[in-house]
């Protein structure tokens, strides 16, 4: 026997949880997106997204399996035949989930849970897009670097050369000087 489920569960037993996930997966896959509370849309989930992948398997099996879950065949035909054409290239992550004000009766937290039909954002031609974007840019940034390193290196051959020249000038003082404390002892 399994063990049960620990807390308290949404209708008070196991086939009313049942009844209820049931329900409000079909009012999500027929409107798209539903209001309920937060631990409702939580448990909701899990239970749509395992819908949504078998649909997008497609086998007669899979269809019976989700016909068991729920039985309302037009919600479970529009799912096979036009949801599961709309997840088919993305791998998961089918439902969203927005949290929203209190509900105003009970203050219960309120969440609104819908499908997401939009297509992934990065597609290969994307991806290609960005990583030339980024390697156009690192160029740029090695040709400024090479552009700083050649104005700066100038600089430091003038730095050099005035310094070879300050200490041959440096050379020649002590040159001269020891000319001359020459001459002076000769003398």
Do not use: C, W
């Not at 992948?53 to 269809?63: Q, V, W």
């Not at 219960?108 to 819908?114: E, F, L, N, R, T």
């Not at 897009?129 to 090695?142: G, L, Q």
């Amino acid at each position: 026997m399994p063990t049960p489920k620990k807390g308290a569960r949404l209708g008070g037993s196991a086939s009313h949880q049942k009844k209820i996930l049931s329900n409000l997966a079909a009012q999500l896959i027929e409107h798209g997106a539903i209001k309920t509370t937060d631990a409702k849309a939580k448990l909701l989930r899990p239970y749509v997204e395992k819908i949504i992948t078998k649909a997008k398997r497609g086998t007669l099996a899979d269809r019976r399996n989700v016909l068991k879950l729920i039985p309302n065949k037009e919600v479970v035909a529009y799912l096979f035949n036009d949801l599961a054409e709309k997840f088919a290239d993305r791998p998961g992550g089918y439902t969203r989930i927005i949290k929203l004000e209190n509900r105003k009766g009970d203050n219960a937290p309120i969440s609104q849970i819908s499908l997401v039909t939009e297509p992934l954002a990065s597609t290969e031609a994307e991806r290609a897009t960005r990583a030339a974007a980024s390697k156009k840019a690192a160029e740029a940034e090695s040709a400024e670097a090479t552009e700083a390193e050649k104005s700066d290196a100038p600089e430091v051959e003038a730095d050099t050369a005035t310094d070879a020249d300050a200490k041959a000038e440096a050379d020649a003082a002590e040159a001269d000087e020891a000319a001359e404390a020459k001459d002076a002892e000769e003398k």
